[in-house]
């Protein structure tokens, strides 16, 4: 099977997985613990948060370990809003965010908190005017995603700061999908807070981070001792040291260039041979800047699950978006929000690329297109 769903999950590296049995069965030993194994156990901590605050951009102290994106991004939303002064209370998100943070804003709407929506263009850039309406001096928090997840379509975050600056509104940032494949400092970025999740660039699952800029207020969500009083609960140090590794080996900002220039380019052959092999092809987000490995794209009138299926039979991987709300058959929020009409929406089929796709699993699809082209119902086409 060739695998094309990177935005959903990337296999960890050998390098992780050894990383990650290597604590296991050396350092299990709880971190807090003050007797040897303990502070052997610390020790390794304290090395994995060194690394990180290294390739990030950041202070060690600046780090604070999840587990994952989702709860670093709770962490963010639900303890910079506790921690704001009084007559702040609105929260702004884009209306784009990953599903699973648009359903945090669900749930602080009904909870009574003032939430707004940056709305996004029709060719899925957020629309500046818009934020820079909605950005007052009432607001407490804004939260953006760096990339989108979908389409790939990049988002303004130093504009964005800057109104959030301006206005004296905190700035939190979902950079899930941005570190691992774009050069990333937290101290350029502009951004009190940040969250990733490390099963994005070949890490293990279930562990992430928020970098909190030093001197941030925050409340957490999830009280105790660990992480210096953010966020509760005996470190998962295999996972820690797994993100560690995985981070280490994505190499300088020159390295990460150069990788997103190879997925760039074998992604736009990919799409040329796309627009040639198969009738009305749309690729959304093809004209703002994006991601450089992934295609979200709708063939015709097929629906996503069609697509999929046949192309499964074919031997590839691919998605019809969020792995999260995949499994239902709703119009991808992203492209709703976009404007694009809901009979189209259902046909989204996101093709993403990762540090494994060679040259040859994209020669290999584009020479199936033929045969995917003659499995799926003409009629519909
Ligand atoms: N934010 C974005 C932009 C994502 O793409 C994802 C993962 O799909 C998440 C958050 C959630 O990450 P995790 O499931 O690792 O917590």
């Known amino acids: 099977m060739i695998y094309l769903d990177h935005h959903a999950t990337t296999p960890p590296s050998q390098a992780v997985i050894d990383a990650m049995a290597a604590v296991m069965a050396g350092t299990w030993a709880n971190a807090s613990s003050k007797h040897g194994p303990g502070q052997a156990a610390s020790r390794v901590l304290a090395g994995a948060r060194s690394v990180v605050a290294q390739a990030l951009g950041c202070k060690p102290a600046e780090v604070v370990f999840t587990s994952g994106a989702t709860e670093a991004n709770h962490l963010a ?6 921690a704001a002064p009084e007559g702040r209370r609105r929260v702004l998100f884009s209306a784009v965010e990953h599903a699973g943070h648009l359903k945090l804003a669900r749930e602080l709407m009904n909870a009574g908190v003032p939430v707004d929506f940056i709305p996004v263009r029709p060719d899925g ?4 005017d818009a934020a820079t309406r909605l950005i007052r001096d009432d607001v407490a928090l804004v939260s953006l995603m760096a990339a989108n997840n979908e389409t790939g379509a990049l988002m303004p975050v130093p504009e964005v700061a800057a109104l959030a600056a301006a206005a004296g509104a905190r700035l939190h940032v979902d950079a899930t999908q941005w570190i691992g494949k774009r050069p990333f400092r937290f101290t350029d970025f502009g951004a009190d807070a940040v969250s990733f999740s490390a099963h994005k660039f070949n890490g293990p699952k279930g562990v992430g981070a928020l970098l909190l800029r030093q001197g941030v207020a925050i409340r957490p969500t999830v009280p105790g001792p660990q992480e210096r009083g953010r966020r509760g609960g005996t470190e998962n140090l295999p ?14 900002p020159a390295d990460l260039d150069a990788e997103a220039a190879r997925q760039a380019a074998l992604r736009d052959r990919l799409e040329g041979a796309l627009m040639a092999a198969l009738p009305e092809l749309r690729i959304w987000c093809a004209g703002v800047p994006r991601l450089p490995g992934v295609s979200f ?10 697509l999929l299926q046949r192309l499964e039979r074919l031997g590839f991987a691919a998605s019809s978006g969020a792995a999260c709300s995949s499994s239902g ?3 991808s929020h992203v492209l709703t929000a976009m404007g694009v009409p809901e009979d189209e929406a ?19 699809l584009i020479a199936a297109l033929p045969t995917l082209r003659s499995l799926l119902p003409a009629a519909e086409a």
């Open 239 to 252: 996972a820690i040291a797994g993100l560690a590794t995985a981070l280490y080996a994505l190499g300088t």
């Open 77 to 82: 939303v639900r303890g910079l809003l506790a």
């Open 125 to 128: 850039a957020l629309d500046l």
């Open 297 to 306: 794209l709708r063939v015709g009138r097929w629906e996503a699950d069609v």
């Open 329 to 331: 058959n709703a119009p």
């Open 346 to 364: 259902l046909g989204a089929v996101r093709l993403s690329l990762g540090r494994t796709t060679t040259d040859a699993d994209i020669d290999a």
